[in-house]
């Protein structure tokens, strides 16, 4: 009887995993992208920086997980206007649900931490959030909902993942997402497909464009657009990023490690 029980158990387990996941045919372990960051400063588009992600094969409280990082760095340029040090980390598991994530950004003069620890007890989504201010406070919260939340790494992960093909033009995608002490109302809204040449060179792709889009203060502020390739991999190639003190683009520079062929770039 106890043997069935833990069966049952393990199952409910599995069951709740998956109702947040999504079948990964995007990407493999040991892929790596590099970007190139631009701000738009007095109407002219100037390198400020660079970002890299990786994503690799690990293991998070003894289960097969994949654990994805980014990193953003600004340059000298970009500091004499605002200070950027992002560092981001995910673990999700092979279906990529999100299991924690973490955020250490020093934007302007203001250093923070976000983190948040991910579980699923009877099919529902709890999460552990926790932010250590920029006054070094510690804040914590518990809360637990039905439907699934994301970060802003699980949620990257997941939409390379959609099949755009089922989509139209302005249908929206309900992608709740959550950081260190709140939860966000947004989505992702389907643009449809157009050819975009990349920046300081000829390489030309098919892509798909989504937008991110959050709810605050009772308005609807798109915070990025991004291209993907229009092929098996979803690479974001260019997103442009709406921030609050400008515009920003991040071009795709060099990739490696790719889990299916290149098909949407234009020869």
């Known amino acids: 009887m106890r043997k069935l029980l833990l069966i049952i158990a393990l199952l409910q387990c599995s069951i709740s995993f998956a109702q947040c996941g999504i079948e990964n045919t995007a990407f493999k372990s040991g892929e790596f992208l590099g970007y190139d ?22 293991r998070y409280k003894g289960q097969t997980a994949f654990r994805s990082s980014l990193i953003t760095r600004g ?16 673990y999700t598991d092979t279906d ?22 991910y579980t699923y007890p009877n099919a529902n989504c709890h999460i552990k959030q926790h932010q250590i201010t920029s006054k070094g406070e510690h804040l914590w919260k518990e809360s637990e909902y039905k439907d699934c939340l994301y970060d802003m790494m699980s949620i990257y992960l997941r939409a390379r993942n959609f099949d755009a093909s089922k989509l139209k033009v302005g249908d929206k995608i309900p992608l709740p997402i959550a950081d260190g002490m709140k939860i966000a109302n947004s989505w992702l809204k389907f643009g449809g497909t157009t050819t975009l040449k990349m920046k300081n060179s ?4 098919r892509c798909l464009v989504f937008s991110f889009i959050q709810r605050e203060d009772g308005e609807n ?13 979803h690479l974001p190639v260019r997103l442009d990023m709406f921030l609050s003190f400008g515009s920003a683009k991040a071009y795709l520079t060099g990739f490696k490690g790719l889990r299916n062929p290149m098909e949407s770039k234009i020869d």
């Open 202 to 205: 000829n390489d030309k792709y």
């Open 96 to 117: 990529l649900s999100p299991l924690y994530f973490r955020k250490g950004a020093r934007e302007g003069s203001r250093y923070y931490v976000d983190e948040i620890w």
């Open 37 to 58: 960051l631009y701000f738009n400063w007095k109407f002219v588009w100037v390198k400020v920086g660079t970002a890299s992600m990786s994503t690799v094969q690990s």
């Open 75 to 90: 340059n000298d340029k970009l500091d004499n206007m605002f200070v950027m040090r992002d560092t981001l980390l995910s």
């Open 221 to 233: 502020h798109e915070l990025i657009r991004f291209y993907i390739t229009d092929d098996k991999n």
